[in-house]
């Protein structure tokens, strides 16, 4: 394995979850997101040699990654879809405990958020530094601040609205 190979790997197995989530928030679909997690690092592998540590590396697979996302949604003129569909719950109801509800119902939640807010609550979930939230954003860490706080008050409604049904 040379040099470039170990180097990806390392970079895919750091890396591949949060980008895999990302791509899951968008789509809300697992092969979808499957598909876009491999185009993302298809294009990681590609373009390996012109990455020039100006940001942390993670910065730039997500960049990759909300850059393939968008293009995936806009040639598709497909919506999100929910993140569970109702025929998934129903065929697997002994699979979901309490917390695994809840879960579902996060994500169906972050589903109605718009395209922005929901990268941006994905990355705060992954448990991202917020300089590096602001830096694939490309909104100042202050603002960042008082965006997450609002989109986190729409989530929580959007939660309840949901659990109430």
Known sequence: MDKKDQLFKEIFDTNSKKIFHLCY???????????????????????????????????????????????????????AKDALTDNIIENKPEELSEKNEQVALLYKSISKLEENDRLIITM??????????????????????????????????????????
């Open 124 to 165: 705060v979930l992954d448990e991202l530094p917020y300089n590096e939230i602001a830096e694939i954003s490309g909104i100042s860490e202050g603002n960042l601040r008082v965006k997450i706080h609002r989109i986190k008050v729409k989530l929580t409604e959007l939660y309840n609205q949901h659990a109430r049904i």
């Open 25 to 79: 928030g968008y789509t809300g679909d697992e092969d979808a997101a499957n598909d876009l997690l491999q185009e993302t690092f298809l294009k990681v592998w590609q373009n390996l040699d012109k990455f020039r540590n100006k940001s942390l590396i993670s910065t730039w697979i997500y960049r990759i990654a909300v850059n393939t996302c968008l293009t995936y949604l806009r040639s598709e003129k497909r919506q």
